[in-house]
Every structure is written in C-alpha cells, then in structure tokens.
C-alpha cells in the first residue's frame, strides 16, 4: 500500500477532521507523507487494500455527507464492491477521509483521536482541535475500576452490574493526563449498546462528551456494530443532536431488550435511542 515505515495520509485540506489527524501527526513530532486524494486519487486496487487492512468493509469508507452518495444510490446493500470503486474513481470525493497508514496499522481516523492509535509516540501536551476541544486519548479500564465507579455512581447511572461479563469500558483523557469522562460498550454483534457515558464535571460543557460518543462507536464499529442503541432517563436531546432517534422498546433487538439495562436496570421511563454507526 505505502511505504511500511513511513506514517502515509490521504488528506483532504478542504476538511477539518482530515486538519486535525494532520496537527496531531505532526505534533508527534512526524512527518507524514500527505497524498491529496482528491488530486491524486488512489487505485481500485488500492482502496480495496486499505479496507482489508483497517479490517472494515470497503463500504464504511465511504463517505455520505456533501458526496453524490445518495444521488448515486450507493446505500443500496446489494451493490458490489467492484461497483462501490467504480463509483470512487468516478468521484473521488465518494472516498472517506482522513485515512491513515502506519507501521502500527490502517485506521480511518474519525474522529481524529483514532490517530493516536497509529503513532510510535504521542504528544503529551494538551492540544486542542480546530473547534476548541481537547484530543482525548482512550484507555481500556476494568468495570469495577473505583474512577468509573464513581463517576457513575455521582452521575446517578448504574453501577450494579459493571462487573458483569460482555461489558467493555474505557476512560478518556487529555494528552497532559485530566481524565474527562469514561464510556462503556454491550456488543451484541452487529447491535451495540452505548451505555455508562459521563463527562466529569470540572470538564463539562467543553464539547467532550460529543468527542467521547464519537469514539464508543469508532469502537463499536470496528468490533463488528452496525447499529447502536441507548436508554437514557435525563440526555436524550443531546443524542438526538448527534444523530440517535427514539424508538419502541419492543421494536428493539432481542439482546438489547434483554440487556440488564433494557430489562429493568432503567427505568421504563427512559426512552431507547438508536442510529446507524457511520462517520
């Protein structure tokens, strides 16, 4: 695909999540080998690559919003592969971006956190993207881990049945060390449930806990998710701003209904939210 030692962006300067995986490239002191797609558009061959290597479907690197996606008809699930690239090479811009190649592995770096996943070292400085919210790094994290606990717990959020199995959580924090929040995941194959997310309150109102969303499904997505799905008893306009939808709860997959959460641990009051993972 690229040079296996050298750290390889297909770049677009017109958007500003593809600036912001850039910044963070560099301020790791890296400098990357930049290829404008939009000039010089990768091959067929090449694109069906970097999806192998991401280890994502070729159709999660395409891009909807602002692209001919919907006049095309690409969300037709039965098209082919070979007629998704046919469609790329005919408009590039179709592409998503930033994607990024590194020694460590292939990522398409939305949000553009995922980039620190990538890099041999990373800053340890605050930084701040081009809208003024911090960078938040992601760390795997026991579901009995005290923080966590608390966190929740201050939150008013369930805590009974973190340490039960099939659960993953993760604490986010500034590249200079603040813990800004932690997330939690219930995968139930291509259903996710999105739960345990809390913002600390010393960082609240920063515009982390649409970061931190963000990042649950990067994580979601790349375990195999399609579809995620939340029960929230006080934040519902704020994941209907990002995207999430009420529904029924009887409309909802059996896993999730089942779920602790669906089955009691939240109110029936609390309505069930759900979208389409994509970036």
């Known amino acids: ?98 994607i990024v190649v590194s020694p460590k592995g292939v990522r398409l770096c939305r949000p553009s956190d995922v980039v620190l996943d990538l890099l041999p070292r990373r800053p340890v400085t605050r930084i701040l993207k081009e809208e003024g919210v911090p960078v938040l790094a992601e760390s795997p994290v026991a579901g009995t881990d005290p923080a966590l606990v608390a966190a929740l717990a201050d939150a008013g959020l369930p805590v009974t049945d973190l340490g039960e199995p099939g659960r993953q959580f993760f604490r986010y924090d500034t590249l200079d060390g603040e813990t800004g929040g932690f997330g939690g995941l219930e995968p139930h194959g291509r259903d996710v449930l999105v739960r345990s997310g809390v913002v600390l309150p010393a960082v609240r109102g920063g515009g982390i806990g649409r970061n931190l969303v963000a990042l649950l499904l990067f994580r979601a997505q790349a375990a195999g998710a399609r579809q995620a799905w939340l029960l929230t008893t006080s934040a ?37 939210l759900t979208r389409r993972i994509s970036f």
């Open 236 to 272: 519902a306009p704020f994941f209907t701003a990002l995207g999430f939808r009420e529904m029924a709860r009887d409309a909802a997959p059996a896993a999730i209904r089942a779920s602790r959460q669906g089955a009691g641990l939240c109110p029936s009051s609390a309505p069930l």
């Open 1 to 98: 695909m690229t040079d296996s030692g050298v750290v390889t962006i297909f770049h677009n300067p017109a958007c500003g999540t593809s600036r912001n995986v850039l910044a963070l490239i560099r301020a790791a002191g890296i400098a990357p080998a930049v290829i404008d797609y939009l000039k010089t558009p990768p091959p067929p061959a090449q694109i069906r690559a970097l999806a192998a290597a991401a280890g994502v479907p070729l159709r999660a690197l395409l891009r909807e919003r602002g692209t001919p996606f919907a006049d095309l008809g690409l969300g037709e699930p039965t098209l082919s592969d070979d007629a998704l690239l046919d469609a790329i090479a005919a408009h590039p811009i179709l592409l998503n971006r930033p």
